[in-house]
Every structure is written in C-alpha cells, then in structure tokens.
C-alpha cells in the first residue's frame, strides 16, 4: 500500500527549495522599482474598477464599489497609491488585521488610519 505526504528526506529537500525560491524572490525584488510596480497596479486595477463601476454605474461605496488592500511585504509592490487614489474616488477599503491563530478581521482604510474591527464576516461583502 503507498503511503502518502513526504517523509524524511522528501521534507529537507522540500523545506531546502522553499528556502532557495524565498532567496530568489528576495533577489528579483532587490532589482525591481516597487515604488514604479505599484504606481503600474494602481493604474491597472483603477482600470478595472471603474469599467465595472461603469457597467453598474457608481463608483462609490454606497453602491456597492469595495476593495480588499494589505500592507505589502518588502519584496511586493507598494499598494499605498492604489489604496489612496480608490479612496479619493469613493470606493471603500478594507485592510486585514491579523488576529490570534491568522484569522483576519477587517477594518475601512482612511487616511487618518483603520477605523475599528468589523468583524471576520466583513469580507463576505467584497
């Protein structure tokens, strides 16, 4: 009978390439603009949301027009004009808040910072 899941060598060989990829990608950010990759998603993704807030009609959060955002990592591009620029158009945000055993809550980004925890079924919404 064949057993399954990784044993022995299998997992260091496993954990030894998650390692080499982690280095690589640390490598492709370090010679990337993050700041120019994030400026290009904000104008994609604004893009994206208004032709679809054009075939419903409104871009604003009354209507219905929420983003989900996350503070990104050093080697992701920064999503701060994206985040910026879909507020100043009216479109809700919504940023995770990382709890206890990884859940994530949700808060309404605003420039004056996260408003207060709206619960793990906020998402639900988006």
Do not use: C
Not at 11 to 38: F, Q, W, Y
Not at 54 to 60: E, F, N, P, S
Request: hydrophobic residues 40%.
């Amino acid at each position: 009978m064949r057993r399954h899941g990784a044993t022995g060598g299998a997992v260091a060989n496993k954990r030894e390439r998650r390692s080499e990829l982690r280095a690589r990608r640390r490598e492709i950010a370090a010679r990337r603009d993050l700041a120019a990759d994030g400026e290009r998603l904000a104008e994609r993704a604004l893009t994206v949301i208004e032709e679809y807030a054009r075939a419903g009609g409104d871009l604003t959060a009354e209507q219905g027009i929420t983003i989900t955002a996350y503070e990104p990592l050093p080697v992701e591009p920064d999503v701060s004009a994206l985040v910026r620029r879909a507020y100043d158009l009216g479109v809700r945000v919504l940023m995770p808040i990382t709890l206890p055993g990884f859940d994530l809550d949700w808060a309404e980004w605003s420039p004056d910072g996260l408003g207060r925890p709206l619960g793990l079924d906020a998402i639900a919404e988006v």
